[in-house]
């Protein structure tokens, strides 16, 4: 576990809870060591071809909501993960790029939310193709700690994170 401003933050996946094997790094000196980081798009893109390419499995970068995803998608090839920032829970930039990751750009890699996220929140990014969280939020961990995800079961609209149920009406979507 990590400590940011005196805030435990524990990783949630679809499977539960789990140690994280990831470091968020400040420059690429830090592939220097072993283990898996995430670098800054600034400190991604500054990294040479072959290094990116050589460190794949290893490798993250970290999007604040003013980062444009158009950086990135020629390289996603050399990324195993994509973390979006939510700095405040009321910026939903990173809700339109973990779609547009999974949906159009057909990223097989992890996509992780870190930063403020809220137990309304949480079904929506599910549905968008989160599927690792960094969470601090006491109220939302214990929720998932009960198993307890949230949301609804009927959606109107599409998403990356759930196919239609067969044989039902076209606009009426379920889990």
């Known amino acids: 576990m990590t400590e940011t401003n005196a805030k435990t933050i524990r990783l949630w996946t679809p499977a539960g809870f789990r140690d994280d094997e990831w470091t968020h790094a400040e420059d690429a000196d830090a592939l220097l060591g072993n283990g898996r980081f995430i670098l800054s798009l600034q400190a991604f893109l500054a990294l040479d071809p072959v290094q990116r390419t ?24 050399d990324l195993s993960l994509v973390a979006l920032a939510f700095p405040a829970f009321n910026d939903g930039r990173s809700f339109s790029k973990a779609e547009l990751l999974r ?23 599910l549905r968008v193709g989160f599927d690792e969280f960094e969470l601090t939020n006491p109220v ?9 995800t949230g949301g609804l079961g009927l959606y109107y609209q599409p998403a990356a994170g759930g196919p239609s149920t067969p044989g039902q009406y076209a606009w009426r979507r379920t889990r």
């Open 54 to 77: 050589s460190a794949k499995e290893r490798l993250g970068v970290l999007l604040q909501p003013g980062d444009k995803l158009e950086h990135v998608i020629d390289l996603l090839d």
């Open 103 to 125: 949906a159009r750009h057909g990223f097989k890699g992890a996509v992780r939310a870190t930063g403020q996220i809220l137990v309304d929140q949480f079904p929506h990014m």
């Open 140 to 148: 939302l961990i214990r929720r998932l700690e009960a198993g307890e």
